[in-house]
Structures are given as structure tokens and as C-alpha cells.
């Protein structure tokens, strides 16, 4: 008896282990398809470094963010969450830090014209 309950435990693993397999699964049947293939021409070739001649990536235009945080003085608040510096640029700030902030202090942000 306790024998036929052990090899009724081990077949129950192996199915259920079968059933978890990759073997079984099948894309876009039992979830999603494969990864879509690019149609158009890419910069990218090879082992994914861009090739000599590529365009190099375009950004905004406004340099980094790390490059617009600087540090100025607020001059007047616009609810509910814009601080404007003395030079009338503004800078979008959570509630909260809208809140802590006096007019008078200075703030890090990403000060836009």
C-alpha cells in the first residue's frame, strides 16, 4: 500500500513537472507570440553595437538632466505644484515639496523656460 501511494507520488510530480516543461507552450496559442521583427532599416548591426556610420541617438535637445538641475531662488509659487524662480523659469514639484517650500528658498529643479 505504502509503496503504490510513493510511485502515485511520483507520477503525479512528473506530470505536473511535464506540464510546466517548454515543450508544451506554444506562442500566441497559450500566451503571447514572439518578439515582432523590425521592418524598416536600423542603426544597430551585428553583436548590437551601432555600426561606424550610424546616426547617433537625437535627444530633446535641452542636454541631460543631470545637466538642468541647478539650484535658484524661488521668487513666487502657482499652485498646486509650480515654483517660479526669480528669472521666470518654473519648475513642476510634487504636493508636498510644493508645500515645504517657502518663497525665498533655494531649490534644486529642473528649471525650464
Known sequence: MRSTRRWLAYALAAVAMAACTSTLYRPGVYGPGGRPN?????????????????????GTGQGAVESRMTTKRVAAKEGPTTLIADDRSRCAVTERKYRDTEIGDDVACDWRK
Not at 523590425?38 to 537625437?58: E, I, N, R, W, Y
Open 38 to 58: 523590425p521592418t524598416g532599416p536600423t542603426p544597430v548591426g551585428g553583436p548590437g553595437l551601432p555600426s561606424p556610420g550610424a546616426p547617433s541617438p537625437q
